[in-house]
């Protein structure tokens, strides 16, 4: 069992910054990959990026490419989401997610075996 704890969500102008913290317990000693997904109103939920635990590859969607930095600090078993440049379609609830097996599809949400509660993020114009 991995459990996910996240903070670091809020209320932000365009074109301002947030960084999202996703805390690991549990197995962390399992974990292949951690993921962002997120989730709009009325929409689907869509893949933001993904790091892996150990070598720190990171993969992004193109909307957010350019903007937003996944890390993580395998000391503090933690991962990050630092969001620059935020813009008004941004706003969603943010998920973050641990996946323990090896599996190069990191965009897909069935990739991963536990997800965080989520936390808001709204961008206002």
């Known amino acids: 069992q991995v459990q996910l704890v996240e903070s670091g969500g809020g209320l932000v102008q365009a074109g301002g910054s947030l960084r999202l913290s996703c805390a690991a317990s549990g197995r962390t000693f399992s974990i292949y990959a951690m993921g962002w997904f997120r989730q709009a109103p009325g929409k689907e939920r869509e893949f933001v990026a993904a790091?892996?635990?150990?070598?720190?590859?990171?993969y992004y969607a193109d909307s957010v490419k350019g903007r937003f930095t996944a890390s993580r600090d395998n000391a503090k078993n933690t991962a990050y989401l630092q969001m620059n440049s935020l813009k008004p379609e941004d706003t969603a609830v943010y998920y973050c997610?641990?996946?323990?097996?090896?599996?190069?599809?990191?965009?897909?949400?069935?990739?991963?075996?536990?997800w965080g509660q989520g936390t808001q993020v709204t961008v206002s114009s």
């Open positions: 997610a641990a996946g323990l097996r090896l599996n190069p599809r990191t965009w897909w949400a069935g990739s991963y075996d536990y």
């Open positions: 790091i892996l635990w150990s070598g720190g590859n990171t």
